[in-house]
């Protein structure tokens, strides 16, 4: 193997690694994101064409946030809903970890996925969520 192979192979090598490192995955998080597929742990798939609410992300600098539920209108704003789910991010075993606490429940998600385009997310159940950035429609 000659030393274009061995540069070839450790740069793909090195893409890999970086590309699932779980602490990249938190700069991707904020904004509107909108259910595209989830896949039950029977390996069943229901796929979302249409969302009439989607999720707003933030996350301030003491890796907490929030997650709240939102309706896009016509006019490019926001219908928001009162219920909004608090979290703490913890890295824990190369795992993105979202540690929900509402006054009802207490939950944990697993990021798998985290780019500019797309969240890919576990619950407890072993549902697997697939969000892609929500995109406004420009009417004008």
Excluded at 86 to 109: A, C, G, R, V
Aim: glycine share 4%.
């Amino acid at each position: 193997m000659n030393s274009k192979h061995v540069l070839y192979i450790l740069g793909i090598l090195l893409l890999n690694s970086c590309s699932n490192n779980p602490e990249t995955f938190v700069e991707h998080l904020e904004g509107y994101w909108e259910i595209e597929e989830v896949t039950l742990a029977d390996g069943s798939k229901k796929s979302y064409t249409y969302n009439n609410t989607v999720d707003y992300i933030e996350i301030s600098d003491s890796l907490a946030g929030f997650r709240i539920k939102v309706k896009p209108l016509f006019d490019g704003s926001y219908e928001t809903s009162k219920d909004s789910e608090q979290f703490t991010i913890k890295i824990e075993n190369d795992s993105l970890n979202l540690y929900y606490k509402t006054p009802f429940d207490t939950w944990k998600e697993t990021v798998l996925l985290a780019t500019e385009d797309q969240i890919k997310v576990i619950n407890k159940n072993k549902a697997v969520f697939l969000y892609k950035r929500f995109i406004p429609i420009d009417i004008e």
